[in-house]
C-alpha cells in the first residue's frame, strides 16, 4: 500500500469514527436529532470519499451503505440515499461482486419507489451483468442474470426506451439459449422472434429483422422442432418479402432442409458458404453444434468439437 493510500485509509478511519461517535450524542429536539444525522451522514461520505481515494474499496462501500440508511430511514432524503447506495455498489463491485449485487438490489428499491425507473433499469442491467460475468457469486448465476436482464428490459420498455430494452431482452435469449443448462430454446425463439417482428415496424432497425429472424429458426431447430422452424420461415417470409432471398432467409432454408433429409454434409455446406460472406459468431456456432448433434442423433452427450465445417 502506497504512502498516499495508507494515508486516505487513516482520514477515512478518522471520519467513520467520527461519524459513529455523532450518532451516540444525546438530543432531545427534533431539529437537534436531525442535526445530528446529518453531520453523521455526511461524515460517512466523507470516510467513503476517503476510502475510495485510497483504494480500500470494502470500507467505501460499507461507509456509503451507513450514509444511506440514515437518508433513507432518518433523514427522509430519497435522493441522497439513492445517490449513495448506488455508490456503495460501485465501491464493492471491484472487489466484492455478492456485497455489490446487495447495494445494488437496494437502489433499485429506492429508485423504483421515487419513480426513477431509466435509473433502476440501469443498475439492473448492471447487477445481471455481474451475475453473468462472476459465476461463483452464487448457485444458478445464470437464472439470476436472466432475470436482472429481463427486469431491466422492463424498466426500460416502462419509460419507453425500446432500444434499450431491446438489447437486454437479446441478452435473455442469449443465456437462454446458449448458456442455460438445460437451454430454454422456446423462450429464446420467442423473443428473437418478437424482436424480429417489432424491428419491421422501424425503418431504422428493419435491417436487424433477418438477423432475429435466423436466430429464431436456430432456436427451433436446436429444439428439435424442424416443423416449427419451416412453419416459422414461411411466416417470416410473409412478413418480410426479403426474408426468403436474402443471405439469412437461404442460410435458414438450407439448414431447416438439412435437418429434415438428416443430411449432416448439407449442414456443414451451408455454413461454410454462409461463412463466408458473414462470418459465424460464437452464438451461432455454438447453436449449429447443438443442431447438428440432433441430425447425428448424438444428443447433448457428443463430444464438444464437433466441426461445423
Known sequence: MSAISKQQRVRGDTFFAEA??????????????????????????????????GGVFNEAGDAYGKAAEIFMHKLKSMVEAINCMTQAGHAYKKVNPEAAITAYRSAISYMCNAGRLTQAAKISKEVAELYENQ????????????????????????????SQSSACLLKVAELCSAVMDPPDFTRAT???????????????????????FLHSILCYLANQDSVGASQAMQRYEALDYTFGESREGKFSAALIKSVENYDVEGLATACIEFDRIIKLDPWKTSILVIVRRTIEGEGENGEDDIDLT
Do not use: P
Open 190 to 212: 420467442e423473443i428473437y422472434n418478437n424482436q424480429g417482428k417489432n424491428s419491421l415496424d422501424s425503418n431504422l432497425l428493419k435491417f436487424h429483422a433477418k438477423g432475429h
Open 20 to 53: 459513529e461517535k455523532t450518532l451516540t450524542k444525546r438530543t432531545w429536539l427534533q431539529s437537534g436529532m436531525d442535526q445530528k444525522h446529518e453531520d453523521a451522514a455526511e461524515l460517512y461520505q466523507k470516510a467513503a470519499n476517503a476510502y475510495k481515494v
Open 135 to 162: 459465476e461463483s457469486i452464487v448457485e444458478d448465476c445464470v437464472g439470476l442474470a436472466i432475470e436482472s436482464y429481463q427486469q431491466a428490459a422492463e424498466f426500460f420498455d416502462m419509460e419507453q426506451q425500446k
